[in-house]
């Protein structure tokens, strides 16, 4: 009921009209797979999946997502505007006051609640900001694709921490890997006992005692 209530843009009557030419076309076995075929709308696992991937860092996975939806016939801007509605719908899956506002089915409202809650709220609010940007910027854009790629891609970036780079190290441990590149039989992040001792050892040794202790 909901994606035929999507594809008739809010209209009870012609929704169910549209319901009605599903159950026909059907045969009477009506699944949310074959209404999305006659429908020609985008299965919403496609989000779900694309969402996990922004999550793992998975750019290339995004990409290809992205090249699968846009060979099976999809338009990039419609893409995104579900996109859109997919955050939109994580966002209210947060807070049991506006779950109500999700008009789905209990099974689909609990995957929204699964998903919504390994989503950083930060993430959340950028990936919804992304995808608003997108959408305005698409229509008028020379090259459309390329404009969603970026938008995937910024995305997935929007998942790591703040204070990452792009080899996802805090500043802090890029600082000590680079002070202790040479000691290779060290972990390289994390001091250990054995770690602490020597570095002391030799900090003692070459006069530089108060350093050794910094680190």
Known sequence: PYTTLFRSDGGMRDAL???DQMVS??????????VCQNLNVLNQEYYFKLVDYFLEGKVPECLLLLNEVLQKGFDGGNFIAGLATH??????????VTLPLLEMSEKMRSRYQEQAQRCP????YKVLKLTNECDQAYRTSRNKRLQVEI????????AEPENADASGHSPAQNDYAHRHANHHDEPLYGLGPHHTAQSAHHGIQGG???????D
């Open 208 to 214: 530089h005692g108060g350093e050794a202790d910094n």
């Open 121 to 124: 709220i930060r993430f959340v």
């Open 17 to 19: 009209s549209i319901f």
């Open 25 to 34: 076309f059907s045969g009477g076995n009506l699944t949310y797979e074959n």
């Open 87 to 96: 955050m939109r719908n994580l966002l209210v899956s947060r807070d049991a």
């Open 151 to 158: 938008c995937l891609i910024q995305s997935a970036q929007a």
